[in-house]
Each structure stands twice: as structure tokens, then as C-alpha cells.
């Protein structure tokens, strides 16, 4: 029985990080399961793109070279925010701290979460998915039109075309490789060449060379757009007391892209948290001497508003476990037959099942 007693309190202290902000006193030579309620968090998803607009050196030449007056002709750096995504997480609610003790050693029955959050009773361990890191991330894979805007770009000419004596010398030289290529890409295309490629993937990688090349030469006259996608990851937590206002969760600059909150280059992005207007709430009660349970938490639901100057971003319901109440759960269920799942973001009954 020892042994049993030292195995269960072993685990349970594994499974629950420690908090300063309560203390759990856990009784002497008694099998006992501690656990928390959960906190809800909520993690937000900021895309947006970086984009960078380059004017061609020879863009003044385009209309007589390439008989096109649609170039770029101002150089500039713009951040455009595309959408933003939240997902609920949970930690531990070390403020609301439970113990389950039980002599029979059912309490070996609870599974808990990686935070010491109910998932289970008399059930097989639930996969909890961590907290993801947050942070920025930098052109996800998937990107569209990736080109490195650091790196120094030389001129796709030959010697003749650099050797010119004036800038209109080197657009119409620049011109001219254009056209040698295009000509050079219908003959393949046509087959009015003398050594034709050996096979498929031979003349799909000469075209997409040639595709390459003329687009680079093109770049010189046209300019050239760069869009590099970004990722943003942002945690808010609700107030515990349910006493959540207009807030801003970051600040977004078309100059700069995501800067900190109190950096005023950017426009806020504002987040206000409501409570439901009714909520059913029951005190927490309890557990009668000698007669051991488990609480669960009937979570509060509450409305979601994201906003970046006029525009709605998100406007969403979402439940927050700490607005909730702690309910002890009907004792008879506690027999070792019964399966109870728990949801581990918000500590609410999901299924019962004999």
C-alpha cells in the first residue's frame, strides 16, 4: 500500500507544474491526484506581406524598346496585413488547485493533460497538442515570388552591352538580347534548330532558362515587385476577472510591418474580450468530508473582436475556462465503470459513457 501511495502522489506531482502563486498541501500516506482547471489563452495568427517595388534602370527606354509604358516608376517598401486567425490554448489555472483522494486507488483512473489539466476519467490518455512557439516567422513554404531583397543584384548583361558609352547604348543592347531570345525560343519551339534537345525534361529546363533570363533582362525596363510573406504569432490571456476592455494586441505599420505596442509608427490592432450577458454560474462548492470528487469547470462564453481601423478582422464566440465556476461532479460516477472525457482547453464535460 505504500508503495502504491508513493507511486500515485509521485506521479501526480510529474503531471502538475509547480506555481508559486498557490501551494498544494497534499495529505500524508494517502494515494491522492492533484490537479488544475485550465486558462484559457488565446493564440493569434498575423499574416501579412512584405512588398517591394524596384524601379528598372532602364525604365525611360521601355516604351521605345519594348513598346510598353506599364513600368514601375518609384521604388518603395509597403507592408499590407492580409488576414488574422486566433486558436484557443490552455495552461495550467494555478489560482484554482484540486485534490482528489481516494483510498481505493481510483484515482489512479484520472489522465491528465501535459499541464495538469483533467482529460479523462477511466479513459486512455488524450493527445494534447503544446503551445506553439511564438515569435515571427519569415516566408513560410508556399511563398509566392520569393527573391532575396538583401543580396546585391548585377546586371544580366554581356561585356558588350556594359561597355556602352551611354545608358540608352545599354537599354537598346539590353533589348536586343530580349529579342535573341524570344527568337531563339520560337525556333526551339518550333524545331527549326539544329541540335534539338535529347528529351522532354532536356527542353523543359532550356525554356525555363531562357523564361528566366528574359525576365531578369525584362526587369531592367519594367522594374521588378518582390513579395515576401510573413508570419506572426501573438498570446493574449483574458483577465481573470472577467473585466476585459478595448486593448491592443499589437500595432501594425505599412512602413515596417508588426512593431511593438507602444511604437506609435503603427496603427493599433484593437481586441476587446465580453463576457455573455447571461451566464450560469455555480459557487464553488466543497466536497463533503471523507466523501472524495472530482471538479470540473463549467466554462463562460464570451464574444471575440479583433479590429485594425475600421475593418472587423476576427468576430468570433470563444469559451474562457477562467471566467467559469468549479462543479463537483456527481460522486456516483467515481465507480470505475464509467468513462468521463474532459475537454482539456476549457475543463468541460464532454461525453459520459457506462
Request: aromatic residues 8%; neutral net charge.
Amino acid at each position: 500500500m505504500k508503495r502504491l501511495t508513493c507511486w500515485i502522489m509521485a506521479a501526480a506531482l510529474c503531471c502538475v507544474p509547480y506555481s508559486k502563486s498557490q501551494a498544494l498541501t497534499l495529505p500524508a500516506d494517502e494515494p491522492v491526484v492533484a490537479y488544475y482547471m485550465p486558462l484559457t489563452q488565446l493564440l493569434f495568427t498575423v499574416e501579412y506581406d512584405e512588398i517591394v517595388t524596384e524601379v528598372g534602370p532602364f525604365y525611360q527606354y521601355s516604351a521605345r524598346y519594348l513598346g510598353t509604358k506599364d513600368v514601375l516608376t518609384k521604388s518603395e517598401k509597403q507592408f499590407v496585413l492580409n488576414k488574422i486567425t486566433f486558436q484557443p490554448i490552455a495552461s495550467a489555472d494555478t489560482t484554482r488547485s484540486y485534490i482528489l483522494q481516494d483510498k481505493s486507488g481510483k484515482a489512479q483512473l484520472v489522465s491528465l493533460s501535459p499541464y495538469g489539466t483533467l482529460t479523462g476519467y477511466n479513459m486512455e490518455p488524450q493527445t494534447v497538442n503544446r503551445k506553439p512557439k511564438t515569435g515571427n516567422e519569415r516566408c513560410k513554404t508556399g511563398c509566392d515570388n520569393l527573391v532575396g531583397t538583401e543580396t546585391t543584384r548585377l546586371m544580366p548583361l554581356l561585356e558588350e552591352q556594359l561597355m556602352a558609352s551611354s545608358t540608352a547604348k545599354m537599354a537598346e543592347g539590353a533589348a536586343k538580347l530580349i529579342y535573341r531570345i524570344r527568337e531563339m525560343r520560337l525556333n526551339l519551339l518550333a524545331g527549326d534548330v539544329e541540335k534539338y534537345p535529347a528529351d522532354g525534361d532536356a527542353l523543359k529546363r532550356v525554356l525555363n532558362e531562357m523564361d528566366t533570363r528574359e525576365q531578369e533582362l525584362t526587369a531592367l525596363f519594367i522594374g521588378r515587385r518582390t513579395v515576401t510573406h510573413h508570419i506572426h504569432h501573438v498570446t493574449y490571456t483574458p483577465a481573470a476577472n472577467g473585466m476585459n476592455t478595448d486593448k491592443i494586441l499589437l500595432r501594425f505599420s505599412k512602413h515596417f510591418g508588426v512593431v511593438a505596442n507602444d511604437d506609435l509608427s503603427g496603427e493599433p490592432v484593437n481586441i476587446q474580450i465580453s463576457k455573455a450577458a447571461h451566464q450560469l454560474v455555480t459557487p464553488d462548492k466543497p466536497a463533503k468530508s471523507g466523501a472524495p470528487t472530482l471538479y470540473y469547470n463549467l466554462p463562460a462564453g464570451s464574444n471575440l473582436t479583433v479590429t485594425y481601423g475600421e475593418q472587423v478582422m476576427i468576430n468570433h464566440p470563444v469559451e474562457v475556462a477562467q471566467w467559469g465556476a468549479s462543479v463537483p461532479l456527481n460522486r456516483a460516477l467515481l465507480d470505475g465503470n464509467t468513462r468521463i472525457t474532459f475537454n482539456p482547453l476549457t475543463g468541460a464535460i464532454v461525453s459520459i459513457e457506462k
